[in-house]
């Protein structure tokens, strides 16, 4: 799977990449209200995902909210080297979506405080390129591909909040099964995903 | 060291990228990831199509009011960092930094080395200028950070070297309580006195209940006295957090581990002095106080 990953990466970057960058930058540079601009860019991407997460349209308000305002409080901190601006918003809202349905989970296992940012949020984007050109579309056919209890997996991984080990309780299956699931459908996703970019099959 | 192998990491990997982990395996996965030195391919390989997990949600309008809802919070925000950055400058005239180190406004932001770099107790220059002109969220902590830690150097001729470990000791007080400022949910405060040219300093809690302080411009004690720290929350009583002794430098430090404070912003931060350690009421007036802010 390396091969493809090492082509499209030295690819130069969308225009809409750049145009986020700029606003991200102005953000960091004292421009406050470019952040309405992001908002307006990802504001149906931001609580659409916030509210498939929680479930709860109040709960998502808030989780939008702090999720901007994390933004822009951290517009500085951005690096390209964690993908691209949508990619690194989407994982704020992420992060914020799965800490709040946590706190409010009475068996919580979560500290008081706010945890360090998501995972997918400290991770390189190398796929950046690929997918900016991926419409929702493409990705649902990537999703389409997996098996039931693969696709299952992967959205009681990202969506609910909850561990391996309790989407293992949940699905009556043994952890390891879970593991195997999620690591097959997402390493299946990437592969559709590859093929179904322009350019992604082939060869260097 | 990290508590995981690298196969014990690769076997997280999904469940890591995915965010399906619980806090500790989380946090023990990054331990590792920070500082180990092999390859972890597994972690691009299934963490690359995380993102588009969350592009696959139907987009949904939100409701109207809510843009106007999180530009009121960016402005309160704004606002709060405005009175930081006054409390700041308010700091250093106090401190009579002025003619030394004044810090530039954040709009007019020319390298000007002669007048606004000053030389840290390592001998390297801190340019308060273009620390201030990046006027992040934590700027205005380490333009006061830097100050207080001048202020402190200007006190003596650092020329004779017994005066340099104190210098040094300061800047390790100022660096702990920015780590602590920093950390996620830190809250911090400058901490200053009523009157111009009294004693200041700042302090940081983090959610994880540490505590640290650094202060300047503190009257000597004797004997049994003390200054003793509180945290108020602000619908709380005073919590007492430590005390400490001061000599006749005028800089005073303080760790705390286990601070019980929600680390909200609008904590009241503050000291008194006390005629021994141990007591359970702030004796008052505070001889110096601030509220805290966001510090990351």
């Not at chain 2, 007591?279 to 802010?293: H, Q, R």
């Amino acid at each position: 799977m390396s091969e493809p990953v090492a082509r499209v990466t030295g690819r130069v970057n969308s225009a809409a990449d750049d145009a986020d960058r700029a606003v991200l930058e102005a953000i960091a540079g004292g421009d406050h209200g470019a952040i309405a601009v992001l908002y307006e860019r990802y504001k149906t991407m931001a609580y659409g995902l916030a509210l498939r997460i929680t479930a709860d349209p109040g709960l998502a308000d808030d989780v939008v909210q702090e999720a901007f305002v994390g933004a822009w409080r951290n517009a500085g901190r951005y690096s390209t080297e964690r993908g691209s601006v949508k990619t690194w918003l989407l994982a704020i809202v992420h992060h914020r979506a799965i800490d709040a349905i946590r706190r409010r989970r009475p068996t919580s296992e979560l500290p008081e405080h706010e945890e360090a940012p998501p995972p997918s949020m400290t991770l390189p984007d190398v796929w950046s390129e690929v997918a900016g050109r991926l419409d929702r579309d493409e990705i649902l056919v990537a999703l389409a591909s997996l098996s039931a209890v693969q696709r299952e997996a992967l959205e009681l991984g990202y969506f609910s909040g909850l561990t391996q080990q309790e989407i293992a309780v949940r699905t009556n299956a043994p952890l390891g099964t879970v593991k195997s699931r999620m690591r097959l459908g997402l390493l299946q996703m990437r592969r559709v995903m590859l093929g179904a970019s322009p350019g992604g099959g082939e060869p260097a | 060291m990290s508590l995981l192998s690298c196969e014990q990491v690769r076997d997280l990997a999904e469940g890591f990228v995915l965010g399906a982990l619980d806090p500790v395996q989380v946090h023990d996965v990054r331990d590792h990831l920070a500082s180990c030195t092999n390859p972890h391919p597994e972690m691009d390989e299934l963490g690359g199509v995380v993102p588009y997990l969350a592009e696959s949600i139907e987009p949904v309008e939100p409701p109207v009011e809510l843009q106007g809802r999180i530009m009121a919070a960016i402005d309160a925000e704004l606002r709060a960092g405005r009175r930081a950055d006054a409390a700041a400058d308010r700091l250093i005239s106090s401190l009579g930094a002025g003619s030394v180190a004044r810090v530039a406004p954040a709009a007019a932001v020319p390298a000007q080395p002669a007048s606004a770099t000053a030389t840290g107790p390592s001998g390297a220059p801190i340019n308060l200028a273009a620390q201030r002109a990046r006027r992040s969220p934590l700027g205005w902590l380490a333009a006061v950070a830097a100050v207080i830690v001048i202020v402190a150097l200007g006190a003596w001729n650092l020329s004779l070297s017994g005066q340099l470990s104190t210098a040094q000791q300061q800047q390790a007080a100022v660096d702990k309580v920015l780590a602590i400022a920093q950390e996620p949910g830190g809250q911090a405060a400058v901490l200053e006195a009523g009157a111009a040219g009294g004693p200041a300093g700042l302090a940081a809690v983090a959610p994880d209940g540490s505590f640290a302080l650094a202060m300047h411009g503190l009257a000597a004690t004797s004997g049994n006295q003390v200054y003793e720290a509180w945290v108020i929350a602000p619908s709380g009583s005073p919590l007492a957090i430590g005390s400490f002794a001061v000599g006749s430098d005028g800089n005073g430090a303080l760790t705390a581990g286990s601070v019980a404070a929600p680390a909200a912003p609008g904590l009241t931060i503050g000291l008194t002095r006390e005629a021994h350690s141990g007591v359970t009421a702030p004796t008052l007036p505070m001889v110096v106080s601030g509220i805290s802010g966001q510090g990351s």
